[in-house]
Structures are given as C-alpha cells and as structure tokens.
C-alpha cells in the first residue's frame, strides 16, 4: 500500500544513515585521539584500569627523579670522600718524611696545617639538596644515620606500597660534631692507629711541631703514621659502601624506567585505536553514508510519484 502519511522506505533509510552516521562519528573520534576507548562511556571497565594506571605511572615518574636525587646526593659524598682520601694520603706522606731523623718538623706542620684545612673543607662542602653525610651532628634533633631512597611504588590489590633503599652512613661520616659520636677524621685514635676511647690524637688535629727525635716523640709519630693510614682504610671501606649504594640506585633507576615503558604498552594494548582499522572502517562508512543519503532520496522521491495519479 502506498501512503502519504506513512512512508517505511524513508522511515528504513533514514534509519540506516542515523546507524551509519553514529558509526561514522565514533571512528572519526578514535581517528582525531588515537583512543579506542577514550572516556568510561566506550568501556567502563577498560577505562578504569587505564585511568589507575596511569596514576601508576605518575607516581613510577616521581620515583624515578626521587631515585637521580637520591644517586645524585650519593655522588657529591663519595666524590668528596674520594678527594679526602688523596688528603689524607698526603698526609701520611708528610708523616713519613717527618719521621726521619734531623728535618725540621715545623715545616712539615705547616703543610700538614694546610691539609688538615682541606679535610675540613671537603667535609663541609659535600652538601647536595641540603643534606651532608660527611659531617654531621649526630645529637641535633632528628638526625637519622640511615638514609632512604624512595625507590619503588607498587599497588596490589588495591593496597598501595612504597619502597626504599636504606643506606647507612654511620660509618661514612668524616666528622661529627657531638660530643659522644666521632667521624673518621675527628676521632681520637690510640697508639695502634685505631679509634677509641684511650685516644690522645686525631687526623684532624694532630701536630707534629714540637716532636723531637727522642725515642717517645719518634713512636707518638709512627702512631700518627699509623693513624693516618687507618684512616685512610676506613674512608676506603665507605667509599666502597657509597660506590655500591650508587651502583644499586642506578639499577632501580633503569628498572623502574623499563617499567615505566610496560606500563605504557599495557594501556596502549588497552585504550588505543588500531589506526589501520580504523581507517579502512571510516572509509567504508562514508560510502555507506553517501548510500544511505541517496537512498532516503529515492525514498522521499517515490511519494512524489502519487501525484501523477491525480492529474
């Protein structure tokens, strides 16, 4: 039956160009973002997961530039630490040249002077971000000899955890400015050259300016020799502990970059469009759109046909 009032084929193509054109304008959507699933609308699921992650990755990038911090304030007191052991070496050196017999002490005192200054400058300026691990005072308040990094963040089940690295600098320390605490280069050693409670000389400190070559003055600065050169041994020994705290920071920094790249691919396998799909989906539908407009002008135009019964 043909009818004015209700015309099915206009009705069923306008239809189909609706469909199409909805289709049409979710792929051009995907085609301008490059997302598959852009807003919680597309895939709620899918969209939530993503969204957390990242947050995730936020969080991983801030855990990166803590970890650069981290390796940087490492850096600045192994370098310093490094630069006193040469000091100190000079030191034993002059040490050394003093114990012969005749030379004129006071002028080996002046050198040693200098170098002692040095030491101290170093401890002092191994400063990064405002923190020194090289000199301290161990009984200002909240003062923490072991240091952490943040080095990871992680969510399971829900449950967020943020890892560190801990690194102890009790024994890295060259000077401290309590009263009951002493660093490397401040403590008081003993005859044997190690730090204790029975010591009467410091690397920082000691002087050599009224030794004379009577047997006691040669065996107290064969005991300054030997204090120097445990001194250089312990700063050896941090050195190594800091080079190895480095090491492991740079680690854990690469690691949480790789994973950081993961994370990125597992919400692109997620969200993003297929761009070759996609393309090939939004040609076809612009053939189907012109179709489906021309069909509902064919479908408009049929009516016009019922007029030729009325001449």
């Given amino acids: 039956m043909s009818s004015i009032i209700t015309n099915v084929s ?4 306008l239809r189909s160009l609706s469909a199409t054109n909805a289709s049409l304008e979710k792929t051009q959507a995907r ?19 993503a969204t957390t992650m990242r947050s995730d990755k936020s969080a991983l990038s801030t855990v990166k530039d803590a970890l650069g911090l981290g390796a940087a304030t490492i850096d600045v007191a192994y370098t310093a630490t490094n630069s006193a052991i040469e000091v100190a070496k000079e030191i034993k050196n002059k040490l050394v ?14 050198e040693i002077t200098e170098l002692q200054n040095q030491l101290s400058s170093i401890g002092e300026s191994a400063v990064f971000s405002g923190q020194n691990w090289l000199s301290v005072d161990s009984s200002a308040a909240g003062y923490n000899a072991s240091k952490s990094i943040v080095a990871s963040f992680t969510r399971t089940n829900g449950a967020v955890t943020i890892g560190t690295i801990s690194i102890n600098t009790a024994n890295v320390k060259l000077y401290d400015a309590s009263a009951t605490a002493v660093g490397i280069v401040d403590g008081l050693r003993d005859a044997t050259g190690a730090i204790s409670g029975t010591g009467t000389f410091s690397v920082a400190t000691l002087t050599i300016s009224a030794l004379t070559d009577s047997t006691t003055d040669l065996t107290t600065l064969e005991g300054y020799i030997k204090g120097a050169d445990a001194a250089i041994s312990e700063m050896t020994s941090s050195a190594a502990t800091l080079g190895s705290a480095k090491t492991r920071v740079n680690l854990q920094k690469d690691f949480v970059g790789a994973l950081s790249d993961a994370i990125d691919r597992g919400i692109g396998s997620l969200v993003d469009a297929d761009m070759t799909e996609e393309s090939t989906k939004l040609q076809a539908l612009q053939v189907q759109q012109q179709l489906a407009v021309q069909a509902l002008s064919i479908a408009n135009q049929s009516a016009q046909s019922i007029l030729s019964l009325f001449r």
Avoid at 10 to 13: D, L
Avoid at 32 to 45: F, I, W
Wanted: charged residues 20%.
């Fill in 10 to 13: 206009a009705m069923t193509a």
């Fill in 31 to 49: 085609v301008s973002t490059g997302l598959r699933v852009a807003s919680a609308e597309d895939n709620a699921g899918y969209w939530s997961i």
């Fill in 97 to 110: 040249a003093a114990r012969q017999p005749g030379v004129d002490r006071t002028k080996f005192q002046s």
